[in-house]
């Protein structure tokens, strides 16, 4: 062979033999790109009929709610980073001008989408089912009689209709607040000619008001509030002429900025930071879109937005406020059939938990095993003369909470009771700080964890003494201590006495209280400090059993992935030969299926009747399965700016159960997405002669 040919040669072998550098940003999904995403599976269980009617009229209004956040934090966040000159650059490589670019037109493609599922889908079905909303055109002379009766009693005493002139300058409106826009014609009575007005609608009125059965045409009639200050304008502006009525909403940056270098109080600080939040930088205006183009001119100018800020709207600027239909119809059959949460046998007929907690280890998976033993057995506590301390983490909880009313019966009864309550769980902040203070007025002793760190652990411990010696009773979960929540997320519980899991327990709380640093922790990992380290090392464990030519598998739920680090792993196991099965519900920055790369990694997204909200973890090990569950999803957040905990499951039937119970969601072809290479999600269809499938309604059959 010519000499020449063979360096050739040489030359290409070299550079096939390259390794891949999987931190190249063509294998990283743009986080804000990928919540977006999910927030699309969200809007399409609006046109999916396997729900009910009702069901899906509820996920509009998720959707709607989602995108008010997504734009109060994530848009917001990104305008600001620009705006200081602040500029992050993600594993994604793209600049924060770059994704507002692509999440504009995106988010005008999803919010045009929804309002067509809503006027040409969503209500003519509710129509057909006596559900109706009705438009001023359609009242009858009864109906109008009795808005007008309303709209003078409820109305009329609490609007506040603003002249714009040089002594009534533009108001300053509240965050996500409906508002109006009115064009006038003619003089008020000091002889002023606005031609321009704004009416903020009263907060605290509903803005859908059902009209009353005897002067309903058929079936359940209502009225959006919009309307019926629209009907009656006239009112609001006597002796002029309101030529035009159109509705607005602003949304504002919503989050929290707390300069907590120079804090003396956390809580001083939260009470008036929260009264910024109503008036934040304007990030997105939603306005009909029958309003006069000179008037979005004259409100985008006012709010210092550009063209693709603003959303023009085929009905109400604001439908995450169509939940209240629910409240309003009684109609059981639009809804899901109910169900009974299960109890393990081993709670059934027990008046005492400590008995049976005492005796093994109990797993439950809410909501389709009941919420109810965890509250029962702090209520327990709070009775038991043996009991002598509490220690809780409450992270969203509600200010009157059963679980609250137990701790405060503990305090109130001489057990010494602390609570971590973390004050700035988003938009709880206001509620927490009400939660803290009926605390504190019952005696017990409140710490507002850690600041710079979230405490975002969700942790209960009960000191009994039995026997003349202390025991360490714990409740550790992936979801938080709210009833409510527990009806509607999946998570899990664990019910344990296992003595070094309590002193972990024990060690972790001395730490958020004292100050101190934690001693050794024997079995459990905690964030900031060895929950990343852990999972990396676990996920490494799999890639090296694969290398020495073992089987190597990962199956894992969570409901983010965004951490670099924790996907190079996932990358490099995946190059070893691991097969990787991931249950992600939102934002996934791992990108699948890239050969050499990440072909032995499958992401999918369930979206259903309940939220998926549990995170799990299960690694082979070499056939010795370690399962582990967590408060902490695989985020930066949680793994480096959060107290978090993860937890082993590690009684064999219990550990065996969450591998199989993951594996149902791996099965499910009827509320499952997949998530492609190229960064879409596809919706996973039945094959022909497939049994119809759903992990969520398996779990039911199996557990309530």
């Not at 009766?149 to 040089?166: K, Q």
């Not at 108001?171 to 321009?196: C, Q, W």
């Amino acid at each position: 062979m010519p000499k020449a040919a063979k360096d050739t040669e040489n030359t290409n072998d070299a550079v096939a033999e390259q390794p891949i550098d999987i931190t190249n940003t063509e294998y990283y999904f743009n986080r804000e790109l990928s919540h977006l995403e999910f927030n699309a599976r969200v809007l399409y269980q609006i046109k999916d009929k396997s729900h009910p009617l009702l069901m899906r009229l509820m996920f509009s209004s998720i959707f709607s709610s989602n995108m008010d956040e997504f734009f109060e934090i994530r848009v917001a966040g990104l305008k600001q980073q620009i705006k200081y000159g602040r500029e992050v650059i993600g594993p994604d490589g793209m600049s924060p001008a770059q994704v507002l670019t692509q999440l504009s037109q995106k988010n005008h493609e999803l919010v045009a989408e929804q309002y067509q599922l809503l006027n040409n889908d969503l209500i003519p079905a509710l129509q057909e089912e006596g559900i109706h909303f009705l438009r001023r055109s359609d009242w009858t002379a009864e109906q109008k009689a009795w808005v007008a009766e309303y709209f003078e009693e409820n109305v009329l005493p609490v609007i506040n209709p603003i002249g714009l002139d040089p002594s009534h300058p533009f108001p300053r409106l509240v965050n996500k607040s409906l508002n109006f826009i009115v064009e006038l014609d003619g003089k008020d009575a000091f002889g002023r000619e606005t031609g321009m007005a704004i009416v903020p609608a009263p907060r605290s009125l509903p803005r859908l008001v059902k009209l009353p059965d005897e002067i309903a045409t058929d079936g359940d009639c209502m009225v959006f509030l919009s309307s019926i200050i629209h009907a009656h304008a006239d009112d609001l502006f006597p002796g002029m002429i309101v030529k035009g009525l159109y509705q607005f909403r602003i949304t504002r940056n919503a989050d929290l900025v707390l300069e907590e270098d120079d804090m003396e109080d956390l809580a001083k600080a939260l009470r008036g930071e929260l009264l910024s939040r109503r008036f934040g930088e304007a990030c997105r205006m939603e306005v009909v879109d029958n309003c006069p183009e000179e008037f979005v001119q004259f409100l985008l100018k006012e709010f210092g937005l550009t063209e693709s800020e603003c959303y023009r709207v085929d009905g109400p600027v604001n439908l995450a406020r169509m939940m209240e239909v629910n409240s309003l119809v009684d109609r059981p059959d639009l809804h899901y059939p109910g169900f009974t949460p299960g109890l393990p046998n081993i709670l059934k007929h027990k008046k005492n938990y400590f008995g049976a907690i005492a005796k093994k280890d109990i797993l439950l998976l809410h909501p389709f095993q009941s919420f109810t033993p965890v509250v029962d057995l702090l209520r327990q506590a709070a009775r038991d003369p043996n009991v002598l301390a509490i220690r809780q983490t409450l992270y969203r909880s509600g200010s009157k909470s059963e679980i609250v009313a137990a701790l405060v019966d503990a305090a109130r009864s001489g057990k010494e009771v602390t609570a971590v309550i973390e004050l700035r769980a988003r938009f709880d902040e206001a509620e927490n700080l009400e939660l803290a203070s009926r605390l504190q007025e019952a005696g017990v002793i409140v710490v507002y964890g850690v600041v710079g760190y979230k405490c975002h652990s969700k942790m209960m411990m009960i000191v009994r003494k039995e026997e003349g010696e202390l025991k360490h009773y714990v409740h550790l979960g992936t979801g938080n201590y709210h009833s409510g929540n527990a009806k509607l997320y999946t998570d899990y519980s664990l019910l344990t006495c296992d003595a070094s899991l309590g002193e972990d327990v024990h060690r972790i709380f001395q730490q958020l209280t004292g100050m101190g640093k934690a001693l050794k922790i024997k079995k459990l990992f905690h964030a900031p400090f060895t929950l990343h380290a852990r999972m990396i090392d676990l996920i490494n464990r799999e890639a090296e059993n694969a290398i020495a030519g073992k089987k190597g598998y990962i199956r894992a739920k969570m409901n983010a992935l965004t951490e670099k680090q924790v996907i190079e792993a996932l990358y490099r196991a995946s190059q070893a030969g691991v097969e990787v099965d991931l249950i992600v519900r939102g934002i996934s920055c791992l990108r699948p299926g890239i050969p050499g790369v990440s072909e032995n990694i499958r992401v999918r997204s369930i979206v259903g009747r309940f939220l998926e909200h549990t995170r799990a973890f299960c690694f082979y090990n070499k056939g010795k399965t370690e399962v582990y569950a967590s408060s902490a999803d695989w985020m930066v957040r949680n793994l480096l700016n959060r107290v978090e905990t993860c937890f082993p499951i590690e009684k064999p039937e219990l550990a065996e159960r969450v591998f199989d119970e993951l594996g149902a969601y791996l099965k499910d072809n009827t509320n499952a997405w997949t998530l492609g290479a190229d960064g879409v999600y596809s919706k996973v269809e039945a094959a022909e002669g497939e049994e119809l499938f759903s992990a969520q309604n398996f779990l039911l059959a199996e557990l309530s």
